[in-house]
T-cell receptor, first 114, second 116 residues
Framework: AQSVSQHNHHVILSEAASLELGCNYSYGGTVNLFWYVQYPGQHLQLLLKYFSGDPLVKGIKGFEAEFIKSKFSFNLRKPSVQWSDTAEYFCAVNEGTGFQKLVFGTGTRLLVSP | GAVVSQHPSWVICKSGTSVKIECRSLDFQATTMFWYRQFPKQSLMLMATSNEGSKATYEQGVEKDKFLINHASLTLSTLTVTSAHPEDSSFYIC????????????FGPGTRLLVL
């Protein structure tokens, strides 16, 4: 079965610091990859997604992620975080076929101090 | 675009009663919708995949007789928690996958259920 690992459970950064959140998955076939964000008290929102093509994908709010197939990784990055980026970030993967149910990582809680 | 709504946003009920939660895709059609449960400070756990016109597919360990799913149309799926007990108290989230997409799911705001 697929699994998704997010190694950082809690991350604390100061504003303007750079961010990288790790995500690794275990599945050898075709996958679609996603990062979702959940701001405090709000629902999950799609940050970015990768289906095919350029492995470096850009999302909303200055986030980007790089798909490295050989490492089964899809790390999320942002060069300079803001206080408003305080949220929980979830990496998710689905198989490229079938019902395409998402498998979520455990989430990373990011706190950005002003 | 791609908005998913849930109703109610929160509900308190007595033990033994049934609670129905609605999930609607407001601006797209979704043959497939998903129901998740999120425990405090934890990730989302997929409960079942809801398919319009057919029976839902439940994940291992999820009681299908307790969590009844009905996908009545291409924009509406309902989850009924039957004979709710305090251990069913949780945050229930639905998502919908547009029929014209490649697998992106859009999430509703969730329903917080408290069973007394």
């Amino acid at each position: 079965a697929q699994s998704v690992s997010q190694h950082n459970h809690h991350v604390i950064l100061s504003e303007a610091a750079s961010l990288e959140l790790g995500c690794n998955y275990s599945y050898g076939g075709t996958v679609n990859l996603f990062w979702y964000v959940q701001y405090p008290g709000q629902h999950l929102q799609l940050l970015l997604k990768y289906f095919s093509g350029d492995p470096l994908v850009k999302g909303i709010k200055g986030f980007e992620a790089e798909f490295i197939k050989s490492k089964f990784s899809f790390n999320l990055r942002k060069p300079s975080v803001q206080w408003s980026d305080t949220a929980e970030y979830f990496c998710a993967v689905n198989e490229g076929t079938g019902f395409q149910k998402l498998v979520f990582g455990t989430g990373t809680r990011l706190l950005v101090s002003p | 675009g791609a908005v998913v709504s849930q109703h109610p946003s929160w509900v308190i009920c007595k033990s033994g009663t049934s609670v129905k939660i609605e999930c609607r895709s407001l601006d797209f059609q979704a043959t497939t919708m998903f129901w998740y449960r999120q425990f405090p400070k934890q990730s989302l756990m997929l409960m079942a995949t809801s398919n319009e016109g057919s029976k839902a597919t439940y994940e291992q360990g999820v009681e299908k007789d307790k969590f009844l799913i009905n996908h009545a149309s291409l924009t509406l799926s309902t989850l009924t928690v039957t004979s709710a007990h305090p251990e069913d108290s949780s945050f229930y989230i639905c998502s919908a996958r547009p029929d014209t997409g490649k697998g992106t799911q859009y999430f509703g705001p969730g329903t917080r259920l408290l069973v007394l």
